[in-house]
Each structure stands twice: as C-alpha cells, then as structure tokens.
C-alpha cells in the first residue's frame, strides 16, 4: 500500500501563480457550511451514555448467583443532552425545508439529521427507562432500539444457537458437564428447528479475498517482527505507529495508545487514536491476535478514514451515517481471511441479543446459558462472557441493546458485497479508501466520489 493521498482541499499550487486564491464562498456555501455545522453538534456518544461507571457491580454479580443483574449505574446517561439535540434537529429541519441547495448538499444535511435523532432517541429512551420503568418507556425504548441498530432474525438465531449445541457430544461429557448440559437444555427449553441455515461466503470467495488481503496489507503485516510470538499492548501500539509512519505523511494526527484500563480495542475516529487495551481479558497477544487486531482496527476501522482526515466535513473523517454495520463487517471479513476455517463473526453476541429479544431471559439467566455454552465447547472464561452479556443489555442492565448485531448482519453484508464484486480490480479500494461509507450504499459512495474529486462545491 502506498502513502495514502488525503482529501484537502487548502493544497492550492501557488508557484509561478502569485495571485491566485481560492474561489470565494457563495452564500449558498457559507449557508450549508452553518447547517452542516450545527447539524453535526447535534450528534451524542451514545455508548459513553450507556456504559455503566461502578466497575465493583461486575464484581458484585460473579461472586453472588442470586442477583438478577448488576446494580449498575449509569453516570455519563445524560437524557437532558439529547433532549436539547433533538428540539435542535426539530429546528434545523424547518430551516432546511425552505433552503435550496444543490441534491448532494441536501442528501448529507438529511443523513446527518436523521441519524443524530435516533441516537438521541435511543439514549434518552434508555435514561427515561432505567428512572422511570413503565410499560410505555420500556415499548419506547425497544423501538428507538430497532431503530437505531436492527433487530435479530429469528431463524437465523436459532441456527447459530442449535450450531453450537450440536457441536457438543452428550455421550462424551464427564458427570458434571453431562448436569450442565441438562441445565442448558432446560434454560433453553424447546429447541426450535429453522427451515435454513444462515449465510456463509463461498471457499472460493473467501479464499481470493484471503490472497488480496495479504497483498493490500502487506505494508501493515510486514512490521510484525517475524521472531517474536509474544506481544504486548504497549507492541502492539509501537507497531501500529510504526505502520502509520510508514502509510500516512509526517503532519498526520493519527496514532496509537495503550489505554491503560480498557479491556479491548478500539478507534476514536473523532481523536485519532488506535487504543490497545491496558487490561486485555485474554493476556498478551499471540502472533495470530495480533495480525487479526491490526488488521480490524488499524486495517480497517482507522485506514478507511485516513484518506479524509482533512475533509471539511466530519463525517468524512468519522463515519457516515448507518456505515457502522458494514464498517464492523469488513473489519471481521478480514479477520475471517486470517483463519484457516470460516466462523461466523460475532456468533456468541447475537445469540446473547436473540436469547434476551426472543425468550426474554434476563440479565442472569443469559449469563448463565452463555457460561454453559462457553464450557461445554471450550471456553472457561466468565470475564469475557460477562462483558458480552453486559453489551446486550447495555444502558439499562434489562432490556436489550441490539448494537452487537452489526459484527454478524455486518459481516454478512460485507461478504455478499465482496462476493458480488470479487472480480472488479476497484474492490479494495471501494472497501478500503473510500472512507467511512456503506459500500452497498449508492448515495454514500457517490457522496464520497464526490468529496475525492473536488467536495461539495
């Protein structure tokens, strides 16, 4: 990959050229730089909303079965935040529906409104819940839930559950993990048989996408020092730097950190900074995690906003609006090319989402499933588990939170794209250097085309 040309639109070559200067702004620019401005304030960090702030309640819930669900608090809810945003949306929409602007100004003013309100939305729906529990704030905060992020497919939940269990072989199982069984079952209770399965991408799609992966990363991979198998955060940031040396010029605000007590990775498209988790669950990385972390959060999420990072507009730079499911689905597709057989990504947290949506388990009892499912294929570790239930019911600690959806509706999504268009040679520069856009979405890549050949004059 080579340096990675940046959307700028301040570049102007002024040798031999003494008087030249950019065009002055019209009114109408001047007009939809203001509404896009605001437009833009009107967003909220909803999952900095909804995450809880008392670490001790995860502490409190492991060491005492008999408690329904964490006593959580949720310290940065601020349901007033997204009241004035929304009254503000309210406004700019009036404003907007007298403006006459050019179809891409209007389209990005539209997108951007609409998606701040069902953020809003959500999040103050969750806070309206967790003070007052009624039956109407809590139908209230399943629709701003749907609306927000989805809702699981039953059909498909079910496949991936029965997936699981019939990979376990009762006849096999000690004593104490045939007791566990039993108690699976019977937490389960009826076990419903879909009419199909669930999607999965072709060997031959997975196997070419596998190749021009290694090719398109080659210059993020070949910093991984070949004789080390060991890495910790504080490597994994050093190599990250190391790669964004190597892609992006020197004045780039783009690096990497160790979090010190964050428990997994992330990418703060509005900071620029690739975090590495401090208090990482499973330990140091092994050479396999490592590749697969850089490739998802370095390769992906941070790469796919790199060649905007001076665009006018923010969304350029942070993620259009409704790009996250399909943002996390490449993000796992490539993840997927790492591993020598096809699982489908985010399989345990959808399975979370469905248990809470479609037997209604609660906080406890999903936990309880999860932990036997985890043990019965492998996996003894209640911490992660915990975090992952923790996420699906997210902002109230009872009700679902259906976020999660986008790693297997997104990967999914992805696939189906990659498969439709494995032969065109623009492939990974549409998932990968077209920024923080849907690439299923016509609008959005037409915006960024756009944006790429001259922005939104």
């Not at 995450?51 to 008999?66: H, M």
């Not at 009036?94 to 403006?99: N, S």
């Not at 032969?423 to 609008?443: C, E, H, Q, W």
């Amino acid at each position: 990959m080579e340096k990675i040309p940046k959307t700028n639109h301040d570049n102007w070559d002024m040798s031999g050229v003494e008087f030249l200067k950019p065009p002055e702004k019209s009114s109408e620019d001047q007009a939809f730089e203001h509404l896009i401005s605001a437009a833009e304030s009107t967003s909220i960090e909803v999952l900095k909303n909804l995450n809880y702030t008392n670490p001790e309640a995860k502490t409190e819930f492991l060491a005492d079965p008999t408690l329904e669900r964490p006593h959580y608090e949720y310290g940065n809810l601020h349901p007033e935040q997204a009241v004035q945003n929304l009254e503000q949306i309210r406004e700019l929409r009036k404003v907007i529906l007298g403006a006459d602007f050019a179809h891409k100004k209007q389209l990005i003013l539209e997108e951007v409104l609409d998606f701040n309100a069902r953020k809003n939305r959500f999040v103050l729906a969750c806070a309206e819940y967790d003070q007052n529990p009624t039956f109407e704030n809590k139908i209230a905060q399943q629709q701003a839930n749907i609306a927000l992020y989805g809702e699981p497919d039953e059909d498909t939940f079910w496949a991936l559950l029965n997936e699981k269990i019939d990979s376990i072989d009762p006849d096999a199982l000690s004593p104490e993990d045939k007791t566990q069984y039993d108690e699976l079952l019977t937490m389960i209770g009826l076990r419903k048989r879909p009419a199909k399965g669930y999607y999965r991408p072709s060997e031959e799609t997975i196997q070419r996408f596998r190749e021009g992966t290694q090719i398109f990363f080659e210059s993020i991979f070949k910093h991984i020092p070949e004789d080390q198998e060991e890495f910790t955060p504080a490597d994994a940031a050093k190599i990250a730097n190391d790669v964004i040396a190597d892609i992006l010029d020197d004045d780039t605000k783009w690096h990497a950190e160790v979090k010190p007590n964050a428990s997994w990775a992330s990418v703060g498209q509005t900071s620029k900074v690739i975090s590495f988790p401090g208090k990482r669950n499973r330990g140091n990385y092994d050479r396999l995690s490592l590749t697969k972390i850089l490739g998802h959060e370095l390769g992906t999420h941070a790469l796919r906003a790199m060649p905007f990072e001076n665009a006018d507009i923010s969304m350029f730079r942070t993620g259009f609006p409704n790009n996250e499911t399909f943002d996390e689905g490449i993000a796992k597709a490539v993840e997927q090319t790492l591993d020598d057989e096809y699982e489908p990504a985010g399989a345990d947290r959808y399975i979370g989402i469905g248990l809470a949506n479609f037997l209604h388990t609660n906080f406890r009892e999903t936990f309880e499933i999860q932990c036997r499912l985890q043990h019965l294929t492998g996996n003894d570790n209640e911490s992660p588990i915990f975090d992952d239930v923790s996420r699906c019911f997210r902002g109230t600690g009872v009700l679902p939170n259906n976020k999660d959806l986008a790693y297997f509706n997104g990967s999914v999504k992805a696939w189906k794209y990659i498969e439709e268009n494995i032969d065109n040679p623009m492939l990974f520069d549409n998932l990968f250097l077209s920024g923080k856009v849907d690439a299923t979405d016509r609008d959005q890549m037409y915006l960024s085309y756009e944006e790429k050949s001259g922005g939104m004059d």
